[in-house]
């Protein structure tokens, strides 16, 4: 089966740094997305992660160990366009499969 | 704008009528998804199609019946909904083969909103 876990809902403070963490649990993997959705919107892509270590990519920057089933997306000089809801997703074994979300984690950005 | 187009945008049915969802996809993808969202839940994949066949059926209920007549296009037939079904309903695509990024990133329309009353 598959579990991803990660934290309803953060709030942090415009230009601060905020880290959103992931575990997961799968009976195959083939890599983790990090999806950006604002509200009433479809889930944008962020991220992928099928190798250990950080993948950077201007502001954000994702992180995974497989060995520890784990991963995070690291946001960086928060803007208030970054409030939304940050799913963390998991590909299986191969194939057509499609993704496991997450429930999302729903991020507020304070003044 | 993200290569996936999705109508209706929203849609209000009652329990009796019979509708469908479309979905468009410009990106030359040979996978196609569609998944549930509903208010405090995670997303949920319903049907997959790969090169047309259908590979995957999460058990959904028989009264969504999905038709894939080529790559480019998916439907989502839908008949005596029940209004637990309410909720947004998104395509998406990838290409399945890819190696890495290209191989598994999945590309969401914009979603249809369906209310069932």
């Known amino acids: 089966g598959q579990n991803i876990d990660q934290p309803t809902e953060m709030t942090a403070t415009e230009g601060a740094i905020v880290q959103i963490n992931c575990t997961y649990q799968?009976?195959?993997?083939?890599?983790l997305f990090w999806y950006q959705q604002h509200a009433g919107e479809a889930p944008t892509f962020l991220s992928y992660?099928?190798?250990?270590g950080l993948e950077e990519k201007g502001r954000f920057s994702s992180f995974l160990s497989r060995s520890k089933g784990y991963s995070y997306l690291l946001l960086k000089e928060l803007q208030m366009k970054d409030s939304a809801s940050y799913l963390c997703?998991?590909?299986?074994?191969?194939?057509?499969?499609?993704?496991?979300f997450g429930k999302g984690t729903h991020l507020i950005i304070q003044p | 704008e993200t290569g996936v187009t999705q109508t209706p945008r929203h849609l209000v049915m009652g329990m009796t009528n019979k509708k469908s969802l479309k979905c468009e996809q410009h990106?030359?993808?040979?996978?196609m998804y569609w998944y549930k969202q509903s208010a405090k839940k995670p997303l949920e994949l319903m049907f997959v199609?790969?090169?047309?066949?259908?590979?995957e059926n999460n058990s959904v209920p028989s009264r969504f019946s999905p038709e894939c007549p080529n790559s480019s296009h998916l439907f989502l037939h839908l008949h005596t909904l029940q209004p637990e079904d309410s909720a947004l309903y998104l395509c998406?695509?990838?290409?399945?083969?890819?190696?890495?990024?290209?191989?598994?990133?999945?590309?969401f329309g914009e979603g249809s909103w369906l209310t069932v009353v």
């Open positions: 990106l030359g993808h040979n996978a």
């Open positions: 799968t009976s195959g993997f083939n890599g």
């Open positions: 997703a998991a590909s299986g074994g191969g194939g057509a499969d499609g993704l496991t």
């Open positions: 998406a695509s990838s290409q399945e083969g890819g190696q890495g990024i290209s191989g598994n990133t999945i590309y």
């Open positions: 992660n099928v190798l250990d």
């Open positions: 199609y790969s090169l047309e066949e259908r590979v």
